[in-house]
């Protein structure tokens, strides 16, 4: 059974750092992409971040480049969202999603295979 669990999430004040974790179970997906997405209340999810696991290579929606950094631990199996400089406006449950590949990756939502049940970041003015 393949899972994705996410932690670290929580409260912060504006300003503030968090790093978020997805540890994967039950495959390895060194092969596809990884991806970090968010839903606010009443918004779409929307796209964060993404990295290739074989090479590194990521990209980033464009509310979160320069403050937020997504890596992995082949390892642990395991992919990190380092978010820096946190404003009100990352409030939003984080998902974490494996697998994609294919065309639109790692933005396209549908191309996943597998998420996480998510977590939630609140970021106080």
């Known amino acids: 059974q393949v899972q994705l669990v996410e932690s670290g999430g929580g409260l912060v004040q504006a300003g503030g750092s968090l790093r978020l974790s997805c540890a994967a179970s039950g495959r390895t997906f060194r092969n596809s992409v990884m991806g970090w997405f968010r839903q606010a209340p009443g918004k779409e999810r929307e796209f964060v971040a993404g990295i290739r696991w074989s090479g590194g290579s990521t990209e980033y929606g464009d509310s979160v480049k320069g403050r937020f950094t997504i890596s992995r631990d082949n390892a642990k199996n395991t992919v990190y969202l380092q978010m820096n400089s946190l404003h009100p406006e990352d409030t939003a449950v984080y998902y974490c999603?494996?697998?994609?590949?294919?065309?639109?990756?790692?933005?396209?939502?549908?191309?996943?295979?597998?998420w996480g049940q998510g977590t939630q970041v609140t970021v106080s003015s």
């Open positions: 999603a494996g697998g994609c590949s294919g065309y639109g990756c790692p933005q396209r939502q549908r191309g996943y295979d597998y």
